[in-house]
């Protein structure tokens, strides 16, 4: 059984700085691109950034410039940070993985339980 357990998120005044940390646990054939998606109050989820298992990277405009993310395959773990924060950056934050399975080597979509981010003005 794979899990993806986030840590941090929190309150956080605009122009601020706030770090989320997601580690994955269980067993696979391979644990592949990660990710973090948000989804804003009354709206869907977006996509916010990636990070393959090489270390290349991708991000929504919107993160660009002031969102890093980061990955420890040794832990299993993507970090992102988060600097200067604005208000429509309030969203519950979710952790994303693409792991194939080590029986029969099919990828699947797993996610973490969401975190909130709340930045205030």
């Known amino acids: 059984q794979v899990q993806l357990e986030e840590s941090g998120g929190g309150l956080v005044q605009a122009g601020g700085s706030l770090g989320l940390s997601c580690a994955a646990s269980g067993s696979w054939f391979s644990l592949n691109a990660m990710c973090w998606y948000r989804q804003p109050p009354g709206k869907q989820r977006e996509l916010v950034c990636t990070i393959t298992s090489g270390g290349t990277t991708t991000y929504a405009d919107s993160a660009k410039g002031r969102f890093t993310i980061s990955r420890d395959n040794a832990k299993n773990t993507i970090h992102l940070q988060m600097n200067s924060l604005k208000p429509e950056d309030t969203a519950v934050y979710y952790c994303?993985?693409?792991?194939?399975?080590?029986?029969?080597?099919?990828?699947?979509?797993?996610w973490g339980q969401g975190t909130q981010v709340t930045v205030t003005s």
């Open positions: 994303n993985a693409v792991i194939s399975s080590p029986i029969d080597r099919r990828f699947s979509n797993y």
